[in-house]
């Protein structure tokens, strides 16, 4: 009885303006301390969106750089190379780093790779301050690596390394799909069930994880890697936050050509080699199954449809991408096997989403300088598609053993990036949390 009462009363604060709760309800001496939740909440573990995770690297020997100052680093052991950007700016090391971070396929192996000689890493695995914290002048790139969802949970009881964690993750790869390798998520993945089965034994509740945007992938591949009875006995809800999925996007396509994927680049320089080197630009390319034969991709010449995506590669100029997108992106596209366990998909919806793309090149045989407009909207949340959400949504309410384990929330009036900014749905997004917390008071009450 004792532990419902506080439940109740923070269950009923919710229904109140945050401001108001934070200034006239938990003043400053009254704030929830750790040991007011010990044994209450469900750790969560927070997997941010693409740029969002740090990344240092290391390099050896075998490192050829294509000038020597780029080579500075060698044999000086780990460095920032994201997001620390004021070092590298300070440097003049933003270049260096845009071509540390180049990936290339190895077909052998049919993985990503590092470059030779380029060691990387990922920081602080674990703390929910891992990631997007490192340019505190950039406060949207804050809000939009989940900083503010974070504060809100520290509001509610949440503490980092306790009851609240964060799963950063190398971005330039893509998580695999059920058939495929990734030394790099591998790894990952093992580190992730082992923080998920220390702090679920500790607190003696199963775990939230919550994904935002392309974490919301990597938080739905991590589940789906888990043998079903650790899920089972480990996972309490996923909740997917605009998350990037199978069927894709356009935008994605739009972003492949102009090479700009990744956000906050500290440099004027071209990203377009360095990112379209990564496993992700092509992670979220449209699917047939849901964008068929319709021409996503218009130009002088002929146009594109989600079935032509490897004629576009070669067209523009990218033709080694051909092997590694059919062979690991696509594969995704019919990765369709439901999580098995509760989950909530909250997205976006109401925005101008681009759906066709224009590429005005001029009469060369390749589109290599070609620069995409966007010739047609349709509905989603400004990236995403709503009929990729919609077949996402169609299938896990089809899937025996999801169905009833699986909600949709669509929010209007936000977007890919303000639906973890905006306060009304962040509202949204934490009233699955506390819901997760809450069941038993919901019965409890007879609500
Ligand atoms: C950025 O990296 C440098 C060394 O590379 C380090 O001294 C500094 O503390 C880092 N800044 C932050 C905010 O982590
Ligand atoms: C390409 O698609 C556009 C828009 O749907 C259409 O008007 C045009 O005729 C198509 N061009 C070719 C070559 O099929
Ligand atoms: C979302 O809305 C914000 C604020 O209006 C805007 O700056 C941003 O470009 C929008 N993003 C997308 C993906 O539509």
Redesign the pocket.
Known sequence: MASIVPVLLRLLLLLLPLPLIRDHLWPSHRRPTPQDDAGELHPIFLVPGASCSDLEARLTEAYRPSTAHCGAMKGKGW??LWE?N??LLVHDYADCSLEQMTLVYDPAANEYRNLPGVETRVPNFGSAWSFG????VNRLQRAQCLGKLRDWLEELGYRDGDTMFGAPYDFRYAPPVPGQTSEVYSRYFSEFMALVEAATKKKQKKAVILGHSYGGMVALEFVRSTPRAWRDAHIERLVLVAPTLQDGFVGSVMKFITGTGIIFVPTATSTRPMWRSFESAMASFPSPAVFGREPLVVTKRRNYSACDMEDLLAALGFGEGVEPFRRRAVPRMYSLEAPMVPMTCINAVGNKTPLQLVLWDDDDDDLLDASPEVAAYGDGDGEINLISMLAFDTEMGRQPGQEKRFKSVKIANANHSTIAIYDFALKRIIQEIIEVNQLCVYRWVGW
Do not use: A, C, D, V
């Open positions: 460095f920032g620390n004021t070092e914290y490192k340019n505190p």
